[in-house]
């Protein structure tokens, strides 16, 4: 038994926003539950989470929140806590731990950003050293902004503590008092009263700024220059994130950076993440720049490390997210508010933390291990395409798209059921003629179905029998609907047969398979054609078809016709990587109005799109599902 849920702290999920920006989100219909699969757990309609309770300022203030305990505190005082072996034995504050001993990176089943090699630093980030009240010293990341004091920093909210010290282009090699920028004690802190480290929706807060104490009478602005702040314009940018690993995590102790990374929705909160390998404890508060100055030293930031689980996820060494998952929240009114407060040196209450409307979300790679086949069509008329997913234990869903890469909602077709665990494989096109996408399923009895308008008339009513059950039929391996040979409907349907024999059925129709042309043979090598798909992937008006091979390679036939095979085109050279692509389609789901957009689901769940692929490349890569 399998539940599709959201699994929070690892996954982002396919949603709404996730190619092209923030999307409202949509309330979507609930499967009844059965003995099989418990029902899909739902966010709320308006995709709001309720408040957690405001948190106890016994458990999160002083100096935290109240702001002035450090008010006193100079350089000299810095200088003489902060010893080399103090800062050596500081600990990230989010739970952040070591690389384990004999620790080596899971083997990708994507491409996932890997940080820079360490490089050293820029002037306007450094380390952030603080006391707990246990007595721990911790290590954070901060990055100077723009004030009218000249002496703001920000960090993350689960950074504040006692005897601070902001280290600007942090060496390790020298003492605090030898610093290439100085050490500046930190005056006042300011955080959001509302501020909750935990996994309630005021992780959404996780920032904090503080004031700092001058350095032989100047400001750290006017020594190291400042970084402006925008808000953050959406869910998915491109960033690079600065932070400094701790020696004791990261024996090269010096600042690292994922560069121009894209970031992904966190599924009920109002926060972005990464996945970007390197990411070690210290990282806490980093910067996350989409953009930097022609100097290099200062830019635009719009997020900073921090977040739910106070910035990463709490997984065990052997899971492949382990410190490479990493959260931000989006700066936004709250943001901006505590900004200006820390301007002026107020500590406002702003009262209860509402969020915004959220990414529409389905789910986790965990279930999508589960969606065995998929097809994309203009299953509503709306010109562009929607997705349906046949699941393991037989449920159908319809993912619906607004045509700018947006999922805005899902309904489901069939409940869970044991006839459509016998659904081998499906593809999608205009048979009918009706400008509205058609479901063919081939059966594992050999019948073939037709489903039309099955975005209007759903799946609850008798389909066409394209031909009944039959020994013939049970070998057609994999299917395609394309218009290979129709100028105007998808109409025509690509066979691989198990003995490798590739046969195109042009003019296909309710009822009847239209003309058969035969492109190959029987033959060995297509045997090891594990999936089709077709598209406009050459951008001409006919279509190409695209053939993933059991060694990985990739493969598009550009020029396809019912008198022969197009010209083969390389997208992949057999790889590793590729023989983990399970399930494959293609749609038009985005604003060129081409059907080039290449779905696919990872053997672990991962489900990636590449938008705009062509006939010889991959598209822009989206992830949809995080793997499991």
Same mark, same amino acid.
């Given at each position: 038994?399998?539940?599709?849920?959201?699994?929070?702290?690892?996954? &982002?999920?396919?949603?709404?926003?996730?190619?092209?920006?923030?999307?409202?989100?949509?309330?979507?219909?609930?499967?009844?539950? /059965?003995?099989?699969?418990?029902?899909?757990?739902?966010?709320?309609?308006? *995709?709001?989470?309720?408040?957690?309770?405001?948190?106890?300022?016994?458990?999160?203030?002083?100096?935290?929140?109240?702001? %002035?305990?450090?008010?006193?505190?100079?350089?000299?005082?810095?200088?003489?806590?902060?010893?080399?072996?103090? =800062?050596?034995?500081?600990?990230?504050?989010?739970?952040?731990?070591?690389?384990?001993?004999?620790?080596?990176?899971?083997?990708?089943?994507?491409? &996932?950003?890997?940080?820079?090699? +360490?490089?050293?630093?820029?002037?306007?980030?450094?380390?952030?050293?603080?006391?707990?009240?246990?007595?721990?010293? +911790?290590?954070?990341?901060?990055?100077?902004?723009?004030?009218?004091?000249?002496?703001?920093?920000?960090?993350?909210?689960?950074?504040?503590?006692?005897?601070?010290?902001?280290?600007?282009?942090?060496?390790?090699? %020298?003492?605090?008092?030898?610093?290439?920028?100085?050490?500046?004690?930190?005056?006042?802190?300011?955080?959001?009263?509302?501020?909750?480290?935990?996994?309630?929706?005021?992780? $959404?807060?996780?920032?904090?700024?503080?004031?700092?104490?001058?350095?032989?009478?100047?400001?750290?602005?006017? &020594?190291?220059?400042?970084?402006?702040?925008?808000?953050?314009?959406?869910?998915?940018?491109?960033?690079?994130?600065?932070?400094?690993? =701790?020696? %004791?995590?990261?024996?090269? $102790?010096?600042?690292?950076?994922?560069?121009?990374?894209?970031?992904?929705?966190?599924?009920?909160?109002?926060?972005?993440?990464?996945?970007?390998?390197?990411?070690?404890?210290? &990282?806490?508060?980093?910067?996350?720049?989409?953009?930097? $100055?022609?100097?290099?030293?200062?830019?635009?930031?719009?997020?900073?490390?921090?977040?739910?689980?106070?910035?990463?996820?709490?997984?065990?060494?052997?899971?492949? !997210?382990?410190?490479?998952?990493?959260?931000?929240?989006?700066?936004?009114?709250?943001?901006?508010?505590?900004?200006?407060?820390?301007?002026?040196?107020?500590?406002?209450?702003?009262?209860?933390?509402?969020?915004?409307?959220?990414?529409?979300?389905?789910?986790?790679?965990? #279930?999508?291990? +589960?969606?065995?086949?998929?097809?994309?069509?203009?299953?509503?008329?709306?010109?562009?395409?929607?997705?349906?997913?046949?699941?393991? $234990?037989?449920?159908?869903?319809?993912?619906?798209?607004?045509?700018?890469?947006?999922?805005?909602?899902?309904?489901?077709?069939?409940?869970?059921?044991?006839?459509?665990?016998?659904?081998?494989?499906?593809?999608?096109?205009?048979?009918?003629?009706?400008?509205?996408?058609?479901?063919?399923?081939?059966?594992?009895?050999?019948?073939?179905?037709?489903? *039309?308008?099955?975005?209007?008339?759903?799946?609850?009513?008798?389909?066409?029998?394209?031909?009944?059950?039959?020994?013939?039929?049970?070998?057609?391996?994999?299917?395609?609907?394309?218009?290979?040979?129709?100028?105007?409907?998808?109409?025509?349907?690509?066979?691989?047969?198990?003995?490798?024999?590739?046969?195109?059925?042009?003019?296909?129709?309710?009822?009847?398979?239209?003309?058969?042309?035969?492109? %190959?043979?029987?033959?060995?090598?297509?045997?090891?054609?594990?999936? !089709?798909?077709?598209?406009?992937?050459?951008?001409?008006?006919?279509?190409?078809?695209?053939?993933?091979?059991?060694?990985?390679?990739?493969?598009?036939?550009?020029?396809?016709?019912?008198?022969?095979?197009?010209?083969?085109?390389?997208?992949?050279?057999?790889?590793?990587?590729?023989?983990?692509?399970?399930?494959? /389609?293609? *749609?038009?789901? #985005?604003?060129?109005?081409?059907?080039?957009?290449?779905?696919?689901?990872?053997?672990?769940?991962?489900?990636?799109?590449?938008?705009?692929?062509?006939?010889?490349?991959?598209?822009?890569?989206?992830?949809?599902?995080?793997?499991?």
């Amino acid at each position: 038994m399998y539940t599709r849920r959201i699994r929070l702290g690892a996954a &982002v999920a396919l949603c709404a926003g996730l190619l092209l920006g923030n999307a409202a989100a949509a309330q979507a219909a609930t499967p009844t539950p /059965t003995p099989d699969r418990p029902a899909t757990a739902k966010p709320a309609p308006t *995709g709001k989470v309720t408040p957690a309770p405001r948190p106890s300022t016994s458990a999160t203030s002083s100096p935290t929140d109240k702001g %002035k305990a450090d008010a006193g505190w100079t350089v000299q005082d810095a200088i003489r806590f902060w010893t080399p072996e103090r =800062m050596a034995s500081a600990t990230d504050p989010s739970g952040r731990i070591a690389q384990p001993q004999g620790w080596v990176a899971p083997r990708k089943k994507r491409s &996932v950003a890997a940080a820079d090699k +360490h490089f050293d630093g820029i002037k306007s980030v450094g380390t952030l050293f603080s006391q707990s009240k246990d007595m721990t010293a +911790h290590h954070c990341t901060a990055s100077v902004v723009r004030s009218n004091g000249h002496n703001l920093i920000l960090t993350a909210g689960h950074c504040l503590g006692d005897k601070a010290a902001f280290v600007p282009k942090y060496d390790h090699t %020298k003492s605090a008092a030898d610093q290439p920028y100085g050490i500046w004690p930190v005056k006042e802190w300011f955080r959001d009263s509302q501020y909750a480290s935990d996994r309630s929706a005021n992780s $959404d807060l996780d920032f904090a700024f503080a004031s700092l104490n001058e350095n032989g009478g100047r400001n750290v602005q006017d &020594v190291v220059g400042a970084n402006t702040l925008a808000r953050t314009p959406g869910f998915v940018n491109q960033v690079t994130v600065i932070g400094y690993p =701790m020696v %004791k995590y990261d024996s090269t $102790d010096r600042a690292f950076r994922c560069r121009d990374v894209t970031t992904t929705p966190l599924p009920a909160y109002n926060q972005m993440q990464i996945d970007c390998a390197g990411m070690w404890g210290g &990282v806490s508060g980093g910067p996350w720049f989409s953009k930097l $100055d022609s100097s290099g030293d200062t830019g635009e930031i719009i997020g900073n490390v921090g977040g739910f689980l106070q910035g990463g996820p709490d997984v065990d060494p052997t899971d492949p !997210l382990y410190n490479r998952i990493t959260y931000s929240p989006l700066h936004g009114d709250r943001f901006f508010q505590l900004y200006d407060d820390a301007q002026h040196g107020l500590h406002t209450d702003h009262g209860p933390y509402h969020q915004p409307s959220l990414p529409y979300s389905m789910g986790s790679g965990e #279930t999508w291990q +589960h969606a065995k086949l998929m097809a994309a069509g203009d299953f509503s008329g709306a010109g562009h395409s929607d997705l349906i997913v046949v699941w393991t $234990d037989g449920e159908v869903t319809l993912y619906t798209n607004d045509g700018n890469g947006h999922f805005i909602s899902e309904r489901q077709l069939r409940a869970a059921n044991s006839t459509w665990t016998h659904a081998e494989t499906i593809t999608a096109g205009d048979f009918t003629g009706s400008n509205r996408f058609d479901l063919m399923v081939r059966w594992s009895d050999g019948e073939v179905t037709l489903y *039309g308008d099955v975005g209007t008339n759903g799946l609850n009513v008798a389909g066409t029998q394209m031909i009944g059950p039959n020994s013939t039929w049970q070998h057609a391996t994999q299917i395609t609907a394309g218009r290979f040979n129709a100028s105007t409907y998808v109409t025509d349907l690509m066979v691989r047969w198990s003995d490798g024999e590739l046969t195109l059925y042009t003019n296909v129709s309710a009822g009847s398979f239209g003309q058969e042309h035969k492109l %190959k043979d029987a033959n060995s090598t297509w045997t090891h054609a594990n999936l !089709l798909t077709s598209g406009e992937f050459s951008g001409n008006q006919k279509w190409d078809l695209m053939v993933q091979w059991s060694d990985g390679e990739l493969d598009n036939y550009v020029g396809t016709t019912p008198s022969a095979l197009g010209t083969e085109t390389r997208i992949q050279d057999a790889n590793d990587l590729w023989t983990h692509n399970t399930v494959m /389609t293609t *749609g038009n789901f #985005t604003t060129n109005h081409r059907t080039d957009d290449l779905v696919i689901r990872w053997s672990d769940g991962e489900t990636t799109m590449y938008t705009d692929t062509g006939m010889n490349t991959l598209g822009t890569e989206h992830n949809l599902v995080p793997h499991a």
